[in-house]
């Protein structure tokens, strides 16, 4: 009855494929153990199991086991597997003899060694890292922790090169849901024997909402590795909104090195935008005439990039528009100022319609002067009676008022309560869109605003909440920012991204965030999360502190570590490192427990695509050959 039981507690024991292994396959032995302790141990080696096994490469994983879990009479250990990572070779304690035998035979023209030396001489030492310990939890099921409870005398264990099979057991057993194939694991650049085979998963859940690293020099397949991760996310889940910013075009256009894009793959889960006017994408420009507040911040930092100058500009540059919850307080705080507003507003749009940007339709504007500068400028035939009127008669009409005011300047009716009525702001805009001066002297005026037509479009309506209201939907938004001037990527990625925080963050003060999250994707990060992250006005830095809180995840990409802000590095849960060669970035890397080891390789290798790879899911840094995005 005993012997049934125990061919049962062995059928069904979490580790019966182990066991399996390790009795079937005898020539998976790798060596013994020399030394053991909780960070590292010695294992002894010889060129015989090495050739059998395909050779050790190094940063390869072995599995360390007790010969036989029943040490000593009456005690039992539990079952349990330790894994290691081959790490370098070291000494032996015949080291000395070996190297002196060495000298010995090269001095002597290497005559033929006899079978004995052989044997001696094949012998070596490997240093390996303790990674951790794989043991059956109190629910049955395989556990791994990233340590070690204890450990025994060396000559009690035996070193085996894990199978396929026991290794894409072991790397993926934390894998809960969502699994999908991210890459194969490849421990040397170097491919003289193929010696593992293994797909390398990772769970879509892993990025859902957190921070998402890859580091690597341009060129090192980090594109690639975003494509992978948002398709993951577009395939599994509804409710998870993405905006990518595409500064290459490569995710929104089909490309020469996938034969595809992103948007090809899942047209009917993606919207594209574009700055400039592209067959087949959405435009992403303004409605100057609707979002006034963000088409007269585009035209100031266009004007000041183009070192345009000029005195009479000033109130133009200085004029701030207000948002409707502004201008809403405006009007019960102060009327005086409100209507003052409605009047610059109002010669505002005058002057964009005058330098050729569009307007839809018979547009109409607000139109309220005093009475009595009207009189003064307009015989009785011409009196304007109507205080909201079409666009080109209020052009002719400020341009009537303005020359009368050339005329007789800051006297009756041009003075109020002994103030001039027309203020600074007046002047400046009626200066440009009449091209005057005050003192009758011709300027440029609205010809300065002409070269920046192309980023207005009478369609656009609120550009921004219509990307808001796609990404609430689920969608995945791209933004393509290719070919496009960089003050404009500048203003509309930080207006979309204060927009997205914004609305999150209601709906975070109002628990009304549900299952909704948002995946943020962007390129050089490090001009974006400045190291100097105590600027919590600079969106950037909001996203990266408190993000996670609103269901906001992050995917950035950067070759430079140490520029980029602290909290966010901190606060980073999956890293995707490429080949990096600058030492100073590579000392930053090291910090990172996971990565303590593998410094000397990041520099070494070159190979696109191959990283070394943590996820939330994963407690120790895999080197994988990331998969081909559209293969």
């Given at each position: ?237 509804n ?11 490569e ?28 067959k ?34 000033n ?12 201008l ?20 505002y ?12 339709g ?15 400028a ?19 009409y ?78 995945t ?40 999250y ?28 408190e ?78 050959q ?5 293969v």
């Amino acid at each position: 009855m005993n012997k049934v039981l125990f061919g049962l507690e062995e059928e069904l024991s979490v580790f019966k494929e182990f066991r399996d292994f390790f009795t079937n396959t005898p020539d998976a032995l790798l060596g013994y153990v020399m030394d053991l302790g909780y960070e590292e141990g010695t294992v002894i080696t010889n060129d015989f199991y090495k050739l059998r096994n395909q050779g050790i490469p190094k940063n390869s994983f072995v599995i360390i086991k007790l010969i036989d879990t029943n040490i000593a009479e009456g005690i039992k250990i539990p079952e349990h597997y330790i894994l290691a990572r081959v790490k370098e070779p070291t000494t032996t304690p015949l080291s000395t003899d070996v190297s002196r035998t060495y000298f010995e035979l090269h001095k002597n023209h290497m005559p033929e060694m006899d079978i004995f030396t052989k044997a001696e001489l094949q012998w070596s030492a490997l240093k390996i890292t303790v990674l951790g310990t794989y043991y059956e939890n109190e629910n049955g099921n395989m556990e791994y922790a990233g340590d070690i409870e204890s450990y025994f005398s060396p000559h009690l264990y035996e070193v085996y090169r894990p199978s396929n099979e026991i290794l894409e057991r072991i790397i993926n057993n934390s894998i809960e849901e969502n699994a999908f194939t991210i890459g194969t694991l490849r421990y040397t650049e170097s491919r003289l024997q193929k010696s593992v085979e293994v797909d390398v998963k990772a769970s879509v859940n892993d990025f859902i909402g957190a921070r998402t690293a890859l580091f690597g020099k341009t060129r090192m397949g980090k594109s690639n590795t975003v494509k992978i991760i948002a398709e993951s996310i577009i395939k599994n889940f509804n409710n998870v909104g993405q905006i990518i910013f595409d500064l290459n075009g490569e995710y929104a256009n089909k490309n020469e090195q996938d034969q595809t894009s992103l948007y090809d793959k899942y047209a009917e889960k993606c919207v594209r935008f574009s700055v400039s006017p592209k067959k087949g994408i959405r435009t992403l420009k303004v409605n100057v005439y609707e979002d006034l507040k963000l088409g007269h911040e585009i035209l100031k930092q266009l004007l000041i990039e183009d070192k345009v100058k000029a005195d009479y500009l000033n109130g133009f540059l200085s004029f701030e528009l207000m948002s409707k919850d502004e201008l809403k307080k405006l009007e019960q705080d102060d009327k005086q100022s409100y209507y003052r507003y409605l009047r610059h507003v109002s010669i505002y749009k005058c002057i964009l319609s005058k330098a050729k940007f569009k307007v839809a339709g018979n547009y109409k504007v607000y139109f309220s002067i005093n009475k009595d500068i009207l009189s003064h400028a307009f015989n009785k035939k011409e009196f304007p009676s109507e205080k909201i009127v079409n666009i080109n008669d209020a052009i002719s009409y400020y341009t009537k008022i303005w020359e009368a005011y050339i005329k007789t300047g800051n006297e009756d009716p041009f003075m109020s309560k002994d103030k001039p009525y027309f203020d600074e702001t007046d002047i400046s805009l009626l200066s440009i869109l009449t091209g005057k001066k005050q003192n009758g002297s011709v300027v440029s005026g609205i010809t300065k605003l002409m070269n920046y037509t192309e980023y207005h479009d009478p369609n656009a309506k609120e550009a921004i909440e219509k990307i808001l209201e796609e990404i609430i939907a689920g969608k995945t938004i791209i933004l393509d920012l290719s070919n496009s001037n960089p003050v404009i990527i500048e203003f509309f990625s930080e207006k979309i991204c204060r927009t997205i925080f914004q609305y999150q963050m209601n709906c975070f003060t109002n628990s009304q965030l549900g299952g909704r999250y948002i995946q943020f994707y962007f390129e050089e990060a490090h001009n974006l999360f400045p190291s100097n992250d105590n600027d919590l006005t600079n969106i950037y830095n909001r996203l990266a502190k408190e993000g996670a809180k609103l269901q906001i995840g992050i995917i950035y990409s950067t070759q430079s570590i140490t520029s980029l802000s602290r909290d966010l590095l901190k606060n980073t849960e999956n890293f995707f490192i490429a080949h990096l060669n600058d030492e100073k970035e590579i000392k930053e890397l090291t910090k990172f427990y996971e990565f303590k080891d593998v410094a000397l390789d990041i520099q070494r290798t070159k190979s696109k695509g191959y990283v070394r790879l943590v996820t939330k899911s994963h407690s120790y840094a895999l080197p994988v050959q990331i998969s081909l995005f559209g293969v």
